[in-house]
């Protein structure tokens, strides 16, 4: 991971919109405190730098839940469509290599690695849209099986009718309105 160091007020300014963000959409974290969220958020210097490449690169990210047996809060990219500044990128490094022409610039899986964020899973997907309408003029990248990776292939998501579709393309395949959700635990 790059330098993970934001300034005094870089870390002031994501904790306001992250709280921010939290007290308007209580609906996708009933029954968490913010206070609680925040002070583990300020003993790890590390996860408040992903939520803020998260941010920064149009994910709106948001206390989504929080694991029972870990005690970890859960966040994951709330845009209403895939986050604007990853967007046009293929699946992971084999397929980026793969190509002879027209590269993208970059891949879904070494991007949010860089961030220090997973790809959303197509279960975590699916409860995502439960707490609202996302990707309903875009789509997303999710972690693909390895069965399906090693052929070739890798799945993304949307809405659209109201349902949440999985389809398939080539892992080297990159599209203007496709770009991957992130999840990080605190």
């Given at each position: 991971?790059?330098?993970?160091?934001?300034?005094?007020?870089?870390?002031?300014?994501?904790?306001?919109?992250?709280?921010?963000?939290?007290?308007?959409?209580?609906?996708?974290?009933?029954?968490?405190?913010?206070?609680?969220?925040?002070?583990?958020?300020?003993?790890?210097?590390?996860?408040?730098?992903?939520?803020h490449?998260?941010?920064?690169?149009?994910?709106?990210?948001?206390?989504?839940?929080?694991?029972?047996?870990?005690?970890?809060?859960?966040?994951?990219?709330?845009?209403?469509?895939?986050?604007?500044?990853?967007?046009?990128?293929?699946?992971?490094?084999?397929?980026?290599?793969?190509?002879?022409?027209?590269?993208?610039?970059?891949?879904?899986?070494?991007?949010?690695?860089?961030?220090?964020?997973?790809?959303?899973?197509?279960e975590?997907?699916?409860?995502?849209?439960?707490?609202?309408?996302?990707?309903?003029?875009?789509?997303s990248?999710?972690?693909?099986?390895?069965?399906?990776?090693?052929l070739?292939?890798?799945?993304?998501?949307?809405?659209?009718?109201?349902?949440?579709?999985?389809?398939?393309?080539?892992?080297?395949?990159y599209?203007?309105?496709?770009?991957f959700?992130?999840?990080?635990?605190?």
């Amino acid at each position: 991971m790059p330098n993970v160091t934001l300034s005094k007020k870089q870390r002031e300014e994501i904790l306001g919109v992250l709280k921010a963000r939290f007290e308007k959409n209580m609906n996708r974290h009933q029954g968490l405190e913010w206070g609680k969220v925040q002070a583990k958020l300020e003993a790890n210097a590390a996860k408040i730098w992903s939520l803020h490449e998260m941010e920064r690169t149009g994910g709106e990210p948001d206390v989504v839940g929080q694991d029972k047996k870990t005690g970890d809060h859960i966040f994951y990219d709330c845009s209403a469509e895939s986050p604007k500044d990853r967007r046009s990128l293929c699946y992971d490094r084999e397929a980026l290599d793969s190509r002879k022409e027209n590269k993208p610039k970059g891949n879904a899986m070494d991007m949010a690695a860089a961030m220090g964020v997973e790809l959303l899973t197509e279960e975590q997907y699916r409860e995502l849209q439960k707490l609202g309408s996302f990707d309903a003029k875009t789509s997303s990248w999710v972690k693909t099986p390895s069965g399906i990776r090693e052929l070739g292939g890798a799945l993304f998501c949307d809405r659209r009718f109201d349902t949440v579709f999985v389809y398939h393309n080539g892992a080297e395949s990159y599209y203007a309105a496709r770009a991957f959700r992130g999840s990080l635990r605190v």
